[in-house]
């Protein structure tokens, strides 16, 4: 069973972290959590995930920032 952590910052919310069970990994569980996060949200959503997870999150519909 997936969860979520986050933390709204001003307007935006910062997702900080994302988990499942183990036994019901790679079902898809956490990816249909993620997409009904951002369809609920009007404001963007941001996440500095690992290196091994930016496909997974690219995969949601995330965009990758370029640093300033």
Known sequence: IPSFKAKIIEEYLLLTGVACDPAHQ??????????KLLATRAQPVYCFPYSYLKEFYLGLGFVLLAWE
């Not at 790679?26 to 997409?35: F, N, P, V």
């Open 26 to 35: 790679h079902q898809g569980y956490a990816s249909r959590l993620i997409t």
